[in-house]
């Protein structure tokens, strides 16, 4: 049975999420944890479940969802999994990283590269890759179909989408690839999003403003 615990991290809010199941086996999604205090709260969450964290995972490469990725592949020696196209979203972000004023961003090198359509398994649990751009040029989702739970990154909010006026973003791109993409999951679906509360397929299809039923932008 997948868990999925959440944490919220750095000054822009951003959902880290642990993912395990009975195996104990782990993977880490996006860690956002900078503050050594974020670091230890990580950390210890996985010590007190007993957890194998067996693999690092990025929905996109953006600062704030890329700050833990240098401890996390060093404390727990994993490889970094990431979309192709957001290899270089990753490596921009040393350049940029002092001027929000993370001073010590230490920088992260992928391992592997996550493909469309690809499975991903740990422990007795196998996690689908769907590829949703705009956002960022790289970004993917992770869909469990068993429990019908989805990271969803920056893609689709409670009530809202990504921002796309950062390099790489393409509103249009967006919006076609929520509602070509995500929307043919079932309604029931969970979304567990980079920041902010989770919500639904169905939910959003009828209430988001940007992409659902009667969508006013």
């Known amino acids: 049975m997948l868990e999925i615990k959440s ?6 809010m951003e959902n880290t999420y642990v993912l395990y199941d009975e195996s104990r086996e782990a993977v880490i999604i996006d860690p956002g944890c900078y503050e050594q205090k974020e670091k230890d709260l990580l950390t210890a969450y996985i010590k007190s479940k007993a957890l194998k964290v067996v693999k ?6 953006h600062i704030d969802h890329v700050l833990g990725n240098a401890f996390i592949k060093r404390h727990y020696k994993v490889d970094l999994y990431l979309h192709e196209e957001d290899a270089p979203v990753l490596k921009s ?9 993370f001073q010590q961003y230490e920088s992260s090198k992928e391992d592997h590269y996550l493909q469309d359509g690809e499975r991903l398994s740990f422990g007795n649990t196998s996690l689908k890759i769907i590829w949703v751009p705009g956002h960022a040029p790289g970004h993917v989702i992770f869909y469990h179909e068993e429990s019908l739970n989805c990271i969803g990154g920056d893609t689709l909010f409670e009530g809202s ?8 973003g393409d509103h249009q791109t967006l919006l076609d690839a929520i509602k070509n993409r995500m929307f043919t999951l079932p309604d029931e679906v969970v979304v567990h999003p980079g920041h902010g509360p989770i919500t639904t397929i169905g939910m959003e299809k009828i209430n988001n403003p940007f992409v659902g039923k009667n969508a006013s932008f």
Do not use: K, M, Q, S
């Open 7 to 12: 944490f919220t991290f750095n000054p822009f």
């Open 56 to 61: 690092l995972l990025n929905t996109h490469c």
């Open 93 to 101: 972000v040393e350049t940029y990283a002092g001027n929000y004023g």
């Open 161 to 168: 989408i990504g921002r796309t006026d950062l390099p790489g």
